[in-house]
């Protein structure tokens, strides 16, 4: 199985700021990486597929990039609607896998 | 896209419960689905896919032979049977629509249904 890790675990940032989540795969897995979020009592939404393609709907304030082992998520202008908790995921092959999950909190 | 579960439940270990996910705002016939547990406090956890016509599904390993994903296209409607069940198994599960230009990529989830498996 692709073991999908995410630094850090938790973070905490002001409004306005600029925050960046890092996600790594145990093996390469091209750019099949989506990204999600997650407020407190809510289903997931989509933010990102293809590692850097915006899903339909989501805020351009979000960004991914990277491509085989390594990727990021970056946050511009972070907004009080934006904390929450944002997992990575890896859709290279079967098991379907997701990072721990990064917490942003409002510091 | 709506998608919504039911099926939730209090249920004893080793015991019997089958989710279902009635969808609109689409034409289910055409995209693969998807399950997705997270247990409380946890994170998320992918635990089966569907194809589009029903004749291929793929398991985590830990539901491998308990769990079984099915649909019914003429129904709109998409379901997990779930057997011999832990204590682990207590989640909330979410019903999720795959994308339709990358493949294995969930880009529409429902709001979940809760399974609780007690011993």
């Known amino acids: 199985d692709i073991q999908m890790t995410q630094s850090p675990s938790s973070l905490s940032a002001s409004v306005g700021d600029r925050v960046t989540i890092t996600c790594r795969a145990s093996q390469g897995i091209n750019t099949y990486l989506a990204w999600f979020q997650q407020k407190p009592g809510k289903a997931p939404k989509s933010l990102i597929y293809a590692a850097s393609n915006l899903q339909s709907g989501a805020p351009s304030k979000f960004s991914g990039s990277g491509s085989g082992t390594d990727f990021t998520l970056t946050i511009r202008d972070l907004q009080p609607e934006d904390f929450a908790t944002y997992y990575c995921q890896q859709y290279s092959s079967y098991p379907l896998t997701f990072g721990g999950g990064t917490k942003v909190e409002m510091k | 896209v709506q998608l919504e579960e039911s099926g939730g439940g209090l249920v004893h270990r080793g015991g019997s419960l089958r989710l279902s996910c009635t969808t609109s705002g689409f034409t289910f016939s055409n995209y693969a689905m998807h399950w997705v547990r997270q247990a409380p406090g946890k994170g998320l956890e992918w635990v089966s896919d569907?194809?589009?016509?029903?004749?291929?599904?793929n398991y985590a390993d830990s539901v491998k032979g308990r769990f079984t994903i099915s649909r019914d296209n003429s129904k709109k409607t998409l379901f997990l049977q779930m057997n011999s069940l832990r204590a682990e198994d207590t989640a909330i599960y979410y019903c999720?629509?795959?994308?339709?230009?990358?493949?294995?990529?969930?880009?529409?989830w429902g709001q979940g249904t809760l399974v609780t498996v007690t011993s």
């Open positions: 569907i194809s589009v016509s029903g004749d291929t599904s």
């Open positions: 999720a629509k795959e994308s339709p230009w990358e493949v294995s990529y969930v880009d529409s």
